[in-house]
């Protein structure tokens, strides 16, 4: 590349805009609790969830993630077709392959652009932000669409043992556009990444898989087939705990900024008590922390932009603050992002 083409690089990437989509219906903690042995009051106290978002019979996350898709392009003042690379997070697909980026792109019309499937679970949603923040710095995309997006409620197990489980998780996407940032002091300054396999088994879901042969046998139940997620909860709670303060402690010395300099603090929601935590770690009030959990569950790859939209369209952050992002995730995964907004 000659020297004039590097130099009209954008210096940073930016999210242009973000928006959200939760299907209609609503399940109470009451609700839960007529088919598990849980009550709203547990859920609450140990969780901080009241409620979330299941979508009706067979409805995927590649609908969910259209509509939310669709919203942050036009938010952003975009054109579909404006879009030059997709990249889809998400532990729930459609189907098991191709990946939900390729079904995404088909309805969005998106047919010949680059199209990518990102599988980190919790934090999926910063994983791909690096990604296109790479693309965007380097001149490989102009506009790229990242999408978290997430069914739980056709892949939860409805009964007392996957209890701990169940109750946490919720369906939902949302979207960004990331493109050039408008000002090269503004846009993302630093993002840290992390993963640590040995803990995989801590928290995953062990089927389908090629570890099994034959893939899928005759007389397999759909438990058999499909399984449900494990998790041992307090090991995940405290390690959860524990890597978020330290990847934002990592990102601050980063930009050599401090605790005091983040105006805003979106934390993925997994638990609203590993949160709390986190914040009291740094010394936050609720004003410099976002959280939904209440309303949403975890709803994984789609947490963060939902909780972005939400924070942004509510004018709890504005241009010039210093933004956070951070998350944990089954992998383990981790991570933090900080913005100048
Ligand atoms: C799952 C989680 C809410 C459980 O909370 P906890 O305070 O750790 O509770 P424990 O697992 O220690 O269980 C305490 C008791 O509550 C019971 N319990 C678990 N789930 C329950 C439920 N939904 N309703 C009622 N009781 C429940 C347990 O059986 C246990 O009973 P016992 O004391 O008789 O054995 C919590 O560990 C957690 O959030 N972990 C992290 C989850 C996470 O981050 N996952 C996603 C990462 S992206």
């Not at 940032?181 to 803990?199: I, W």
């Not at 909860?233 to 402690?249: K, P, Q, S």
Request: with cysteine; aromatic share 6%; proline share 4%.
């Amino acid at each position: 590349m000659s020297e004039s083409a590097a130099d009209r690089l954008p210096s940073k990437s930016h999210i242009l805009a973000a928006a959200f989509e939760v299907p209609r219906t609503v399940v109470t903690n009451d609700e839960l609790s007529s088919v598990l042995d849980t009550s709203d009051e547990w859920i609450q106290q140990r969780s901080g969830v009241k409620e979330r978002h299941y979508v009706d019979d067979a409805e995927g996350s590649v609908p969910l993630a259209e509509r939310a898709a669709r919203r942050a392009i036009e938010k952003a003042g975009l054109q579909v077709g404006d879009i030059d690379l997709l990249l889809c997070g998400t532990l729930s697909p459609d189907i098991d392959f191709p990946g939900n980026s390729a079904l995404l792109q088909d309805r969005l019309g998106l047919g010949g652009c680059l199209a990518l499937d990102v599988r980190n679970q919790c934090s999926g949603f910063l994983y791909m932000l690096a990604m296109a923040d790479q693309y965007v710095r380097t001149g490989g995309a102009k506009h790229v669409l990242v999408v978290g997006s997430e069914v739980h409620s056709s892949g939860l197990e409805f009964a007392d043992r996957s209890r701990h489980v169940t109750v946490l998780f919720g369906d939902g996407a949302g979207a960004v556009v990331v493109g050039a940032s408008p000002s090269p002091d503004r846009g993302l300054l630093t993002v840290n990444l992390h993963s640590e396999g040995a803990f995989a088994e801590k928290l995953c879901l062990l089927g389908p898989g090629s570890l099994h042969k034959p893939r899928l046998a005759k007389d397999w139940t759909p438990a058999d087939i499909y399984g449900w997620p494990q998790m041992d909860g307090r090991f995940v709670f405290r390690h959860a705990v524990t890597r978020m303060g330290e990847c934002i402690d990592e990102a601050l010395t980063a930009i050599g900024a401090t605790k005091d300099d983040i105006a805003m603090v979106i934390p993925h929601q997994a638990n609203l008590r590993i949160n709390q935590l986190v914040a009291m770690g740094l010394g936050f009030g609720d004003e410099r922390m976002a959280n939904n959990i209440d309303r949403y569950g975890n709803t994984t790859a789609a947490t963060i932009p939902i909780l972005l939209t939400e924070t942004w369209d509510a004018g709890r952050i504005r241009e010039g603050d210093l933004v956070c992002l951070a998350a944990f995730g089954a992998g383990f995964t981790w991570g933090a992002a900080l913005y100048r907004w």
